[in-house]
């Protein structure tokens, strides 16, 4: 297997680099190699928007699609073939771009050293918009910017900003010179990288990394490194072979299909989070909250959802819409393909039920019909861009008045994203009522004795879980109150 350097294009030309460790951080080689000092550290995982880039590559048609995301988490060689723009590709003092020009206009900054990260994702927005001929409304703003923090000017003048660009003359990136290079690199053959003590393998199709995979099956599998990102940047843990999934057409693919007479979505393993939750939500509209507060689009933009099930946190948002909605995941090893339910996939603490050479090749989900309401919450300290405390989706079916169906899934209440079958069973047959909302409440301290930790104390995440069903009487057309619900009354 011959190895090369990697490529990419950044400051308006193509780059090459041969002799940095594979789990060099884009933002390491911003600051310490490419004299980029514009992008800032400020967290070092995710959180804060100091570090935000646009990286752009052409998607299936040929357009190029910029996306900003975050530098701190984002292993360098996952940049081959793509294009990174950092803040020394926009205006400078002469002639800045709309985005700096609102924000000086609108009093956007103070210490400066969020400022970059807001403008990396202004211009993001920015292109976007203009491309579609649109214009986003302030709320639209603030969900585009809930990655991106600052400590000192406060939101207001930013959103302020925000929309004031979009009032100066259109100034839209050159982006034929970046297509130029992009097309010029689709011609490199596929990455296998080695620097040091490491290795990256990044293969560009389904077999290729199948037989890598099995191959190898010690090495650590990539897709957004969001989470894996972490194991470097805070537990500094050895990562000698790493195998990028981000290149393999295959997996990235988002499909409608039937399964056994049943509309569904095929979505690939290393489809990016934002794109696979855009096509849930355009399907079950009742997920758009869960969506919109689901990380940060800089991580959104990075990280997978096939990677969030592989995962297999307790406490990721992606599990619990999944299982409510009868999800299968689909493993492959090898040639073998096996589908397993996503509720099974789940054997205890951070065990899934996979087998050595054996990956997540993509999820397949059945679309509800109108005889199921669905209802999602997630209950967190920080309204954007925070872990959950609790997260549940609750779907109920009926017909006409009893319940014919129910599945209700939670993160946070155990150490597995797990259904909760003693309240499904209060429901399952009965007429929907307050009582039989009730008795689902009731019946959760049977499926659930939390754990406390930093975010919640068990009393409080198993009261809170038990009031979603108050929610779910209420959404379901339970009219517009309902009696006390003590919550020793409700957990007795």
Known sequence: MNTRPLRFFHRGEIVTVDDLPPTTTVLQYLREHAACTGTKEGCAEGDCGACTVIQAELDEAGELQLRNVNACTQFL??????ALLTVEDLGGPARL??????????HGSQCGFCTPGFVMTLTALYERHQQAGTRPTRPQLADDLAGNLCRCTGYRPILDAGERMFDAPTQALDRAPIMAALRQLQQDAPLHYSAGEGRLDAPQSLAELAALREAHPEATLLAGSTDVGLWVNKQFRPLPHLIYTGRVAELRTIRPLEHEGRPALWIGAAATL????????????????????FASPPVRHAGTLGGNIANGSPIGDGAPALIALGADVILRQGTLQRRLPLQDFYLGYMKKDLRPGEFVEALQVPLP?????VSAHKIAKRHDSDISAVCAVLALQRDGEVVRDARFAFGGMAAIVKRATAAEA????????????????????????PLSDM??????????????????????????AVSVWPSAEVSA
């Open 77 to 82: 060689p996952t940049l081959d073939g793509r």
């Open 97 to 106: 771009n709309p985005p700096q020009q609102a924000l000086v206009d609108c």
């Open 274 to 293: 934002e794109d696979a939750w855009t096509a849930l939500s355009e399907a079950v509209p009742a997920l758009r909250t869960l969506w919109k507060r």
């Open 369 to 373: 019909d109108a005889s199921w309401h």
């Open 426 to 449: 209060a429901v399952r047959g009965q007429v929907w009522s307050e009582a039989t909302a009730r008795a689902a409440a009731t019946a959760l301290a049977q499926d659930f004795q």
């Open 455 to 480: 975010r919640a104390s068990a009393d409080y995440r198993l009261q809170v879980a038990q009031n979603i069903f108050v929610k779910l009487w209420l959404e379901s057309g339970g009219g517009g």
